[in-house]
């Protein structure tokens, strides 16, 4: 049946058609008739309407026809696939369920027949000899359970009687459930919940039964009344009294008096009794009403002080002589009714509690825990910053952002650029100290790598990988002299009468203008003198040819500049450059470009490498690297993937096993030692005899070394071989219990032998398969170099930066050079949030920030200054970081998980803790800081002994000057793979030898 919003659809019934010869229109599928084209077209709109679900299939999304053809194809199949000798049974037991959802019933039904056949069913019967053998269900005998002499009760089972074919004859046995199946794909969940669904329908209101089709019931004589209980008729029909009695009860409340007591008191009467209750009611009332009992009614008109009592309200209206009245003498004496006061109004309940995680700036403000201080590595840390003695003078806070790019690009595609790996502050330290005198071998590496992936080598065909705009040189001096070029000035007007006084007079005014107009517009002074330096050097053919000696890449990078300074994004960064490398100045060559780069800034620097990497981020090869990357993680989660379910399927059989064996230990725990085998166990291992035997072999060995007398040496060896004998006799005894111990052992210990070799089995391999994962996992990570990723934000939106976090090894390549540091960058680093969030959370508009200080007495800059303490960062040109395991366990404590964006940044730094905390140990290590604070102690203990320090000075050697760190890098990655580092020559060719001369003449 086509279901519609998950409900039936209902067909219109036919019209009445009074003349027969009048036009109608009728839609075959369903079997409706139209008196009029309209309603034709508007109930096909309705059944072409794409809102259809085919019930068998649950295919939705589908029009009225194309869920009615799918659903009878689907009945179809389902007719044919389900055995039929199950039909029967599972009708009967699906009939009248009051289950609400299919899943649950089919759930049920399955569990209880998965294991039952039925006459006429095609199953498999294992025999004796384990041979599986095809069969008919001929007969079934249920067999109830029966009760043990313990009072248990066993479970129930059936027998079978089976047909099978065997050598050509017909042949009938009887097994048990255990000897019998079902092929597999016969009867699943998937086609029991299709045939329940074609053959049984459900009223759509709540607690309605399941009932069978007409035409399905009858097939399978299945009686389709539904008793009483299950229709919806007597719910109705209750609901109605329930309304009823409620609207009859608010009647006689709203009729009545305070004391409940009406003024059409000839109905009261025993009849009445129980619908007379009070509206209001003491305490004290309520006791005396519960108090009396029901037959005290029948007698009401002959008890006067019935009604006696306190606040029993007023008298009743219209007096008189009626039985069933007050009488007259008691009216005066009842005490005055009691008008209830109004209750004020309940107050409000209070707002439900928040449900957190919630926006991290709608947290209360916290004064009583400030965010450990930040590091700064510049030297222009942010406004309010405290010097914590960490920074570098060389260093701006501008290229802090370009200096972290570079490296961790560099580190990251370290493949790509064929570079060993390299630490952060290895990295800074090559770019201070490199220069004429200091040759570094990792800073001239780094430039001479980037500039390779810019141009092909000549073997490769010398091509430019990268996009630059082209020189205009003629259209550039052409402009040039146009700019240069005097604005001719306009002749002066003739007097009427030239004198030589005025002519004089009009020549020094000429003089003075032009004098006046060379001070207002000077001529322009050359910035840099780039040109001139690449007059008659391509830097393209010179990269081709690899030739970086004697600065070749030093000019290389000015030709690149010049050029790259036509495109208006790099225009600006260019040309300062280049006025730095070739200055106006300063006659142009390629060695003064060398020595001008070794001296040159470190800022400058960095912004040079800054250029060159994302140059080489546009070529090919990185393309293609990360697409490499992006399908080597594809495999990475395929292989995941078949390691989890390995894993899965094992815990699931180890749990079996680990139920077996809950089943055979009591059956094989091994036998307590009686008592009287127990204490002489313990004579033997007494302390004494055996110390008594050990001191006599001493006793022997010492006599035996003298030869003072032959008794003497004779007396302890024969001591010594009856200790041999006694300790000889125990280990025969321990070695018959173990005997007796292992006879009476049952039956069934090599079964619970093998279950425990069994259960050990599969621990092993699910530990097999959690490394497995874990180590694709790494993989994965290393893998992930498509972006860098963040650990989180702040409550302020700071972003959090752990480098190693994806795209690279946890300390660097392993075959690197450097790589005894054990460690990369090892520092967390703080970025300040961008323009767009700190002007929507942090620089809000006035109005937002009256709402907020409102509300937390604060406004978000002051919290920002509050809870962050003197160092912040407030763009995201700012940089700051923590370098030491402390820092890190205060940046944990401050943050809270009760805002969303801090809930997650510090799940992500727990995930990283231990490596983090590794690594910034090792770095501390690397640096020098553990060798210092030892430095420290020894002083100390100097200043408490100072005739040792004396002493000690005059053997002591003076320390020799403390080599660089980054000189100690070599590029082995480039030794490997191309057999000469980036910045030298490649090798010539080898020729070939006589041998070979010979070969290629023949």
């Not at 053809?69 to 389902?78: F, I, N, R, T």
């Not at 399955?110 to 008919?136: C, H, L, M, N, W």
Request: aromatic share 8%; glycine share 6%; net charge negative.
């Amino acid at each position: 049946m086509v279901l519609f919003k998950r409900k039936p659809v209902q067909f219109l019934q036919q019209p009445p058609v009074d003349d027969e010869s009048a036009e109608v229109w009728h839609i075959p599928q369903t079997g409706e008739i139209f008196v009029t084209y309209e309603q034709y077209l508007n109930r096909m709109d309705f059944y072409l309407q794409s809102r259809f679900i085919c019930q068998i299939t649950g295919h939705s999304g589908l029009t009225f026809f194309e869920a009615l053809k799918s659903e009878l194809a689907g009945a179809q199949e389902v007719d044919q696939a389900f055995p039929e000798p199950l039909k029967g049974p599972v009708l009967r037991r699906v009939q009248l369920q009051v289950i609400s959802r299919i899943d649950t019933l089919v759930d049920m039904i399955y569990d209880e027949f998965k294991s039952e056949y039925y006459p006429g069913e095609t199953v498999t019967i294992v025999q004796k000899d384990g041979e599986r053998v095809t069969a008919i269900v001929r007969d079934k005998a249920r067999l109830g359970s029966k009760m043990l002499p313990d009072g248990s009760m066993t479970r129930p089972y059936s027998r079978y009687v089976i047909t099978y074919s065997a050598d050509g004859q017909t042949e009938e046995t009887v097994v048990d459930n255990d000897q019998i199946s079902r092929d597999r794909g016969i009867f699943t969940k998937s086609i029991l919940r299709s045939f329940i669904k074609k053959t049984v329908t459900r009223e759509p209101w709540l607690g309605a039964p399941w009932v069978v089709r007409p035409e399905i019931s009858a097939k399978y004589h299945i009686d389709n009344r539904v008793p009483p209980h299950l229709r919806q008729a007597p719910k109705d029909q209750k609901q109605k009294q329930s309304q009823a009695q409620k609207k009859a009860s608010n009647a006689m409340n709203g009729a009545n008096g305070m004391n409940g007591t009406t003024g059409n008191l000839q109905n009261f009467g025993p009849a009445r009794l129980p619908e007379l209750k009070p509206a209001y009611k003491s305490h004290k009332a309520l006791k005396t009403h519960h108090g009396q009992s029901p037959h005290q009614g029948q007698d009401m008109h002959n008890n006067a002080g019935m009604f006696m009592g306190d606040n029993q309200g007023p008298l009743p209206p219209m007096p008189g002589d009626h039985p069933y009245h007050f009488p007259v003498q008691m009216r005066h004496s009842m005490a005055p009714p009691v008008i209830p006061q109004a209750q004020p109004e309940p107050p409000p309940p209070p707002p439900p509690p928040p449900k957190y995680p919630i926006e991290d700036l709608q947290l209360e403000p916290r004064d009583d825990y400030v965010r450990p201080a930040l590091k700064f590595l510049c030297s222009d840390p942010p406004e309010g910053v405290v010097d914590s003695g960490a920074r570098n003078d060389n260093i701006l806070m501008k290229s802090i952002g370009p200096l972290l790019e570079t490296w961790d690009t560099l580190n990251v595609y370290c493949e790509v650029y064929k570079l060993d790996s390299f630490t952060f502050d290895d990295f800074i330290q090559a770019l201070e100290i490199a220069n004429e005198e200091t040759p570094c071998q990792l800073f001239t590496e780094i430039h001479c790598a980037l500039l390779k992936q810019l141009v092909s080598s000549e073997e490769d065909g010398g091509k430019l990988l990268i996009d630059l705009p082209a020189l205009d040189e003629d259209s550039s001096e052409d402009e040039e002299e146009e700019s240069v070029a005097p604005t001719p000035e306009p002749e002066p007007k003739p007097a009427g009468r030239a004198t030589r006084s005025s002519l004089a007079k009009l020549e020094a005014e000429r003089m003075k203008a032009e004098a006046a107009a060379a001070e207002k517009t000077p001529e322009p002074a050359m910035k840099h003198r780039a040109s001139e330096a690449l007059a008659n050097f391509d830097w393209i053919d010179q990269l081709k040819k690899r030739e970086f000696q004697e600065g070749g890449w030093q000019l290389i990078i000015v030709g690149l500049l010049r050029q790259l300074s036509k495109k208006p994004r790099y225009t600006t960064t260019c040309e300062e450059l280049l006025t730095h490398l070739v200055p106006g100045d300063i006659e142009p060559s390629q060695e003064t470009v060398r020595q001008r780069y070794s001296n040159l800034d470190l800022n400058l620097r960095v912004s040079v490498l800054q250029i060159l990497g994302l140059l080489t981020v546009e070529t090919k090869a990185f393309r293609a690297y990360m697409d490499e990357c992006s399908e080597t993680m594809t495999s990475y989660r395929k292989e995941k993937i078949e390691w989890q379910k390995q894993r899965k399927q094992a815990i699931e059989e180890l749990k079996g096993l680990l139920d077996q064996r809950k089943i055979l230990l009591p059956e094989n725990m091994p036998p307590s030692p009686p008592a009287e085998e127990a204490e002489p166990k313990k004579a033997n291992g007494d302390v004494k005899m055996t110390n008594t035997d050990d001191s006599a072999e001493e006793q022997s060995e010492e006599v035996g070394d003298s030869d003072e007398d032959a008794h003497q040496r004779r007396f302890p060896r024969r001591g010594g071989n009856r200790a041999a004998e006694r300790q000889r006799k125990r280990e025969e005894e321990e070695r018959k219990k173990e005997a007796e111990l292992a006879a009476k052992m049952p039956k069934q210990s090599k079964q619970f032998v093998k279950l425990l070799k069994d259960i050990h089995k599969k621990e092993t391999h699910i530990k097999k398969c959690e490394e497995e994962i874990a180590t694709i996992d790494n993989d994965l990570r290393e893998a992930d170099c498509a972006r860098t990723r963040t650990l989180g934000k702040d409550r302020f939106w700071n972003r959090y930066y752990w480098f190693e976090r994806n795209g690279m090894p946890y300390a660097g390549l392993p075959t690197s050079s450097t790589a005894e540091a054990g460690y990369a960058n090892a520092c967390i680093w703080v970025q300040g949030p961008d323009d767009m969030e700190r002007e929507g959370y942090i620089d809000m508009a006035p109005e937002f920030q009256d709402e907020y200080k409102a509300k937390f007495k604060m406004t978000v800059p002051q919290r920002k200054k509050m809870e962050e303490g003197r160092t912040s960062v407030f763009n995201a040109n700012q940089w700051g970081y923590y370098s030491e395991p402390a820092e890190l366990d205060q940046l944990l404590n401050w943050l809270d998980p009760r805002g969303a964006n801090e809930l997650k940044l510090r799940k992500e730094i727990l995930n990283f803790k231990d490596k983090i905390v590794t690594h910034m140990e090792q770095r501390l290590q690397y640096l020098g800081s553990a060798d210092a604070e030892e430095e420290e102690k020894d002083q100390a203990r100097d200043k408490e002994e100072p005739k040792r320090m004396s002493t000690r000075t005059k053997t002591q050697a003076t320390p020799e000057p403390t080599p660089l760190r980054c000189l100690n890098w070599t590029n082995n990655t480039a030794w490997e793979e191309l057999g000469h580092l980036h910045s030298e020559p490649p090798p010539p060719p080898k020729t070939k030898g006589r041998k070979g001369g010979r070969k290629s003449r023949n």
